[in-house]
């Protein structure tokens, strides 16, 4: 009996210290995975932090007159492309919606007084130009079809606005990278004239310069033409959607004259 007892003694010895063994490793592998992801996130930030000191560093070395003027032209550029973006996402209309309650007006007691309602209740261009037709059904279709294309040109202007000055900031900012680039050719040569030897020292900070200038100047240029496009690609959604909606409301028009 006491040399089962003190089998099992040691047996239980044995599994606990296994089993604090076996604690003291897992805990020790959670410190150092603890620490090493630290470390991880340390040298991500140490990286992120390199990076904008880096940008700066660049951006300060291209020389402020011309990089802050593409700068500034980054800011103008984007300040008006997101306005643009906000204004023809609110301008978007679900037109068959429109459509279809716009019909079930005509087609109720209230008719055009009905129907108009509706396009009072509805935000955008649709609805406006849906109204201009609206409010001259009383005269005849034709009058009622010159105010639908007269008020589509209206409302295209105003889908349309301010986005010449996106080109042009798209335009200017990589010419602006260009002169500063023929600047700093010109001042490398001037050091190069001035001194009359060929040394790479002389010429290293006017092509650093004309290379940094350069680079952030398409930078800019590419980050606005993104912009660009999605407006214009937006705004012929619109158009589009306007145009078809427009013939879906003659056609109701001239339905609900018969």
Not at 77 to 93: H, M, P, V
Not at 99 to 124: F, I, M, P, W, Y
Request: with cysteine; hydrophobic share 50%.
């Amino acid at each position: 009996m006491k040399r089962l007892f003190s089998i099992l003694a040691i047996a239980c010895t044995m599994a606990f210290g296994t089993a604090n063994a076996s604690t003291n490793a897992n805990t020790n592998s959670f410190v150092n995975t603890i620490v090493s992801s630290t470390q991880d996130d340390g040298a991500m930030a140490s990286e992120e932090v390199g990076f904008h000191q880096e940008l700066k560093k660049r951006f300060i070395e291209g020389g402020p007159g011309f990089m802050g003027i593409v700068l500034l032209c980054l800011i103008l550029g984007l300040a008006i492309a997101i306005e643009r973006i906000i204004f023809l996402n609110l301008s978007t209309t679900n037109s068959k919606k429109l459509v279809q309650e716009v019909e079930d007006a005509l087609s109720s007691k209230g008719g055009v007084e009905a129907a108009k309602e509706v396009c009072r209740n509805t935000k955008g261009p649709v609805a406006s130009i849906f109204y201009q037709g609206l409010d001259r059904v009383d005269e005849d279709i034709d009058s009622a079809e010159k105010a639908v294309v007269a008020y589509g040109g209206v409302q295209m202007g105003q889908l349309e606005k301010n986005v010449s000055w996106v080109s042009l900031f798209i335009a200017l900012a990589p010419m602006l990278g260009f002169m500063g680039t023929v600047i700093g050719m010109i001042d490398a040569f001037d050091k190069i004239e001035a001194a009359g030897d060929m040394q790479p020292s002389l010429v290293a900070g006017g092509i650093k310069i004309a290379l940094l200038t350069t680079v952030f100047g398409l930078i800019v240029a590419i980050i606005l033409q993104i912009f660009y496009n999605y407006i214009i690609a937006k705004i012929d959604s619109i158009v589009n959607d306007m145009e078809d909606a427009s013939i879906s409301l003659m056609d109701l028009l001239v339905r609900h004259k018969k």
